[in-house]
């Protein structure tokens, strides 16, 4: 009797034991695909990303801001430390561009990365066009009045970035005048292009 009580006990014990390490399995692989969930991808330059219907998200300065491209997917845009240097170092940032190029489907990305730039970095940016145009005022694009401005105006303590539409995306000094940067980028390599200008600007990435 005492036998059977406790060859009983027994299994009842490798069943629990069973059960339990079952479990603790079980809530390893949930724990693991939340967290893949939650992270998304890897870390960069000790950044950790989020993945999310857009792209990543990471965090900059103590706020999440969102991005369309992880880092790795834009190293081979060329950007250099000059650049950043002369960007940091302003007071504040102003971005033209040619209302007349590439008329309306460009001008929504122009309007996009305008709108998110305005979020992202962290001192006055200023935006303007180089010529006069009545195409910038379709229904699609925002009527505000922009001003006409040329890269010759770009100083030191007020830098210059052009957009330019080129099937070479890059940052490149003017050789007018250097505190004017040449963004060339066309459509949606607008958005990669204003994302490695921000990662850059921030230290995410290198120049």
Known sequence: MKQDKYEKRKKRMSIIMTI?????MVASIFAIVIDNQNQGVPDYNKHSFVSTNTGYKTKIN???MDFYYYPTELEQISLSSDIITRLRNGRGIGFIFDPEDNAVDNLQYVDTIRYELGLQIDKPLYFGITKNSSKYNLPVV???S???IDC???TEMFPLIQITTSLNTSFVESPENPNCIIMNAKFKDLLAAKDRLVYTYYGIMQP
């Open 62 to 64: 103590g706020t999440y």
């Open 152 to 154: 010759i105006n770009a």
């Open 20 to 24: 339990g390490i079952a479990f603790i």
């Open 146 to 148: 922009f001003p006409i």
């Open 142 to 144: 925002t009527t505000y």
